[in-house]
């Protein structure tokens, strides 16, 4: 195996989550091995001394042996068991965790990106449906562990039997029973690695169409989509989509039994002749004299377990070939770059809240994408400052904040925090200067003070604070459990359903809670009419105070209180003033704007 091989790669990493695991499978499986190899020797020693000289003493002797001994095993065994299952459960969470934390910290783009979805999608669904991947590469480790305990057990059987058998001086026997055992040995190696070239290939294609139906399932399950499903009568299209996957999936299915089925007569008949070979040369022997009648017990034993082995050695190597490219895609989900957390500057702490953002230049394509999304955007904002994003969709908006927030960086230009480039400073600190409410902001379904807060341990009195500076306090008396509520019943019977005026008073609490410097708030009330936004966000302007607060609406008349306005268009700011200032310009985009909102709000 080469160095840099995926699966050492991956081992080391599994060995890294709990480094007691690996030791752990060995100590288990030398005590499963122990008690039939126990038993094997101490029913030969009986049945021999039976068939023997039939001392009394030592037979009474070797039963007391085998009923302590295997007394012995069990509890021993019982308290491995249990330190082992406890080994299991650690490496599975802290593995779970790894993964997860993968997840949470990707950077955005990556996040969104369809090619990282499909990768988690293929790791995920690959290893649930077939064990493909880590789980295959465990067991596989483990397998391995199992039958190098049993080969070192069998060792000593072996080399009893066959410095006995060669003893003998029974050449012709000894050449035809070794010669028999190489050819069939041999031939289940070369038969096991054919059959799984054949077999694999097919469990990829399965994998590939449970996917596919597993996509279809979640459609389904989620009630989120429940009421389009209902008022568009999509059932039936659902239907139709699932039992065409489905036909797909009992094909691969019944392809894969049936050769499954033909590749696996030739492996057992080979087993068979095996297994009779064993029996009749072992037989051969006893007859012989070459050894007593209980050594037959011990060496057929011996020889099948030893053959199993074998056999069970080269499957697992071939199941560790077929399973490398899914190891493979699980290391790549850990290789993802993660280039938002390579900056070690540190955010400089100010009590004065003296933060000034700049954009210089800064132009922005979103990956893949053909078409800016930003242009040549210049801008200077500092705290205290009130700044008004406006203009129609689509024109870059949620965009600037994208950036500003750093959840993309710039393709072109550079955006300074306190005139250094922003990639430069450590990504969380960095973070940590924004509250930002997102049109499509999103609630869990966790405590109402945990979605407040966005931490398990919050400030109590703080997260009711907030809830009354964003206007939640007279929904908050009627909550069973007040703060403590679940919201949305998906994990908790009493969890409450909330409508989208009081989700989005509980996502403004989330920013005031988080007390950043920079506030932003990304039309988080577009469901709401023109007066409740404006209401919403000039009460917002007071509640703040002296931070930096930035709003983004498409309405005009909504951020008229603020000290700025850069309006967009086609990704460039195409004006940037006061409201009267750009009121005053006839020509300008925001009267043009503001004219054709207006006879909306006309009577
Ligand atoms: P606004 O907030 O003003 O409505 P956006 O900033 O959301 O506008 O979008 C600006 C442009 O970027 C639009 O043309 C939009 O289609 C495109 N866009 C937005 N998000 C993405 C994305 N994740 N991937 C590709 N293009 C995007």
Known sequence: MRKNDPNLRAVRLFRSFCPSYFPMIVVRSVFGRLSPYFNLYLSAAIVNEIAGARDENKLITLVLITVLGNFLIAVLGAVIGRISGHKDTVFSQREAEYYNRKTLTLDYENLESTEVRQLRRKIVESSRINYHGKQLLLMSVSSLIDNTVNVCFDLFLGIEMFVVVFRSGHDLYNILFIGLLAALVAFNVWYTFESKKMIGTMSQN???????????????????????????????????????????????????????YTTNIPLTV???????VIYIFVCVYARLGVFGIGSIIKYVGFVGIIISCITSY????????????FVEDYLAYFDIPQKMYEGTEHVERRSDNGYCVEFRNVSFKYPGSEDYALRHVNMRFTVGERLAVVGMNGSGKTTFIKLMCRLYDPTEGEILLNGVDIRSYNYDEYLALFSVVFQDYKLFSFSLAENVAARADYDAERVTEALRQSGFDERLESMPYGINTALYKDFDKNGVEVSGGEA?????ARALYKDAPFVILDEPTAALDPLAEYEIYSRFSEIVGDKAVVYISHRLSSCRFCDRIAVFDKGQIVQCGTYSELLADDCGMYSKLWNAQAQYYQE
């Open 504 to 508: 989005q008073k509980i996502a403004l």
């Open 206 to 260: 399965i994998s590939q169409t449970m996917i596919d139906e597993n996509r279809i399932d979640e459609a389904i399950d989620c009630y989120n989509m429940g009421k389009d499903v209902r008022l568009y009568r999509q059932d039936k299209l659902v239907m139709k989509i699932k039992r065409y996957a489905l036909d797909i999936h009992k094909k691969a299915f019944r392809l894969m039994g049936k050769k499954r």
């Open 314 to 325: 080269f499957n697992v190597f071939s199941d560790i070939r077929y399973n490398t490219p």
């Open 270 to 276: 080979s087993n068979i002749l095996l297994q009779a």
